[in-house]
């Protein structure tokens, strides 16, 4: 690649945000979907991971999640999602969240800041379930973590100051945010 083109996609702006909500039907993915998900009539809020995204000026879309392993990572193409659930027969829901433009920029840059910065933790993975459970009854919560995080919490953390709350009555702190109960906040809040 050119260095004028990579100066070009350098000086590309986001224009968009959305977040995003997926499946893939693997072992790990089913267990997150059957320990908090199905709760809604239809049951549709069967989802096992959720990152966040933005559509850039010159017509491409990036992705930032967080991963295990790998911790908060991106931007990469919204293609490598896409065709990793296709070739899953996996799901994928998007939706597009209303910002101003120096929003949408800020927010661009705080998950760009994140990369490499923020790590993943298993151990949360494990308090989640606890608290899905057993915790949520007995008012047992999920210790805060600033430096590690799941990838639920991580779009909670990202778009709360940007007046769109995934926390809910039950889980009140973005640590016991999942993409399943985020997902059935996000159908109240298009309510709303």
Not at 4 to 30: C, L, Q, Y
Not at 40 to 47: G, I, V, Y
Request: one cysteine or more; aromatic letters at 14%.
């Amino acid at each position: 690649m050119s260095d004028k083109i990579r100066r070009a996609e350098r000086n590309e702006k986001p224009t968009r945000v959305f977040v995003f909500w997926s499946f893939v039907p693997e072992w790990w993915a089913k267990a997150i979907v059957w320990i908090t998900g199905k709760q809604l009539p239809d049951k549709s809020d069967a989802w096992s991971h959720m990152g966040i995204g933005f559509e850039m000026s010159n017509g491409n879309a990036e992705y930032y999640e967080a991963i295990v392993q790998k911790g908060f990572v991106g931007p990469q193409p919204i293609k490598k999602l896409i065709d990793k659930i296709n070739a899953n027969n996996g799901r994928l829901e998007v939706e597009h969240l209303d910002m101003t433009e120096f929003q949408i920029i800020q927010l661009h840059g705080i998950c760009k800041a994140w990369v490499g910065r923020k790590s993943y933790s298993e151990w949360q993975l494990i308090r989640m379930w606890f608290f899905e459970r057993f915790g949520r009854w007995v008012g047992l919560h999920i210790r805060r973590t600033l430096d590690r995080l799941v990838c639920s919490e991580a779009v909670a953390l990202l778009i709360y100051e940007y007046k769109y709350d995934l926390t809910d009555e039950i889980r009140t702190r973005f640590d016991e945010v999942n993409p399943n109960s985020a997902w059935r906040k996000w159908l109240k809040i298009k309510e709303a």
